[in-house]
């Protein structure tokens, strides 16, 4: 074997009760890779795509028997420590292999989902790349247009002439100030509209200011009303205040026919920083809510599997009819 080698730990979206070790070249491309980066590997015979969770081990196994990575994934996001944290939790809490609960956390990848969704966000930023290079090129030579015409205007003479290099001299510059800096990347402008909160009554108000104050004191709330009393409008006002700060929200419902009816409403005051996170959705589409909660200050409405979405700047939990029998997971494994 190679004395360069480099080994690492793996966690596979598979029920094991050990995490397999790979080996890994520090010369090639990507270096050795830091916890939480995505790897390929092989496994009895099989691709995955898993998780590095230590790096730089020393082997307990004979070296003959370790397999080299296939490839760092750069494409897809890493995942966080306080992510693997969450999962070492829910591993050990419910008794089931951590390899288990990524499977649960990132469902998407049983269909290479976010791996594609991955490609296609790197397709799109190099589009942005050489449209971004067009650009700069398209605008230095409009400035160097200006500064040819404006030479010229000033060097005139006769009026005529004159008149006639100034328009030219205001056309060139016209185009070039309505060119833009640069072409954005999808997302990086969020603009977010809003639109405005539901008037509260006097009991909902009184009702607000009251979990504000529990919230003060770090305390969770449990909210009890009938159906149709107006405890929604009180979750969307908490909600409001929490992404006006910047934080994200988590809103859960128990099961995915409440979603469409609560989305419509939830989109009606918060636009396109509402995600929506059921198993109902497609693989691409629970990869773009993943994104957007990456990117932060946004309120997801999901089911029971939204808890593993890795929030960075959560402000608030809202567990609707948290009674609900939904809420628990029964099969498969983390019965969480």
Not at 109 to 133: C, F, H, Q, T
Not at 211 to 218: D, E, Q, T, V
Not at 322 to 327: M, Q
Request: proline fraction near 5%; hydrophobic fraction near 40%.
């Amino acid at each position: 074997m190679d004395g360069n080698l480099k080994y690492l730990k793996v966690i596979l979206p598979l029920k094991l009760d050990w995490e397999p070790c790979y080996s890994v070249l520090p010369g090639t491309e990507g270096g050795v890779p830091s916890v939480g980066t995505r790897v390929s590997v092989r496994f009895a015979g099989r691709q995955y795509v898993g998780v590095v969770s230590e790096s730089d081990v020393t082997p307990d196994i004979e070296l003959t028997k370790i397999q080299r990575i296939i490839r760092v994934e750069d494409g897809i996001s890493p995942v966080t420590e306080v992510e693997m944290r969450l999962w070492r939790f829910v591993s050990d809490y419910y008794l089931c292999p951590v390899g288990e609960v990524y499977k649960a956390a990132y469902p998407s990848l049983k269909d290479g989902g976010e791996m594609i969704r991955s490609r296609e966000r790197l397709r799109a930023e190099e589009r942005r790349r050489r449209m971004n290079a067009a650009l700069a090129a398209k605008r230095e030579r409009l400035e160097a247009a200006v500064e040819r015409r404006r030479a010229m205007y000033e060097k005139a003479v006769r009026p005529e002439t004159r008149e006639k290099y100034l328009e030219a001299l205001t056309k060139a510059e016209n185009e070039l100030n309505a060119l833009p800096l640069e072409i954005a990347a999808q997302d990086d402008s969020r603009s977010y509209t809003r639109l405005p909160l539901p008037s509260l009554s006097l009991a909902q108000q009184t009702c607000l200011e009251q979990i504000r104050g529990f919230f003060s004191k770090k305390s969770p709330v449990l909210l009890d009303g009938v159906t149709g009393s107006g405890k929604t409008e009180v979750y969307i006002s908490l909600a409001a205040n929490v992404l006006d700060s910047g934080g994200s929200v988590l809103y859960m419902i128990p099961e995915i026919a409440v979603s469409k009816q609560l989305g419509n409403r939830l989109k009606e005051v918060f636009g396109n920083q509402l995600a929506l996170f059921h198993s109902g959705m497609s693989a691409s589409a629970r990869s773009l809510a993943v994104e957007k909660v990456r990117m932060g200050n946004c309120i997801v409405l999901g089911t029971r599997s939204s808890v593993f979405l890795p929030f960075m700047d959560l402000g608030l939990v809202i567990v609707d009819e948290e009674h609900d029998n939904s809420y628990k997971q029964e099969t498969p494994a983390p019965r969480y």
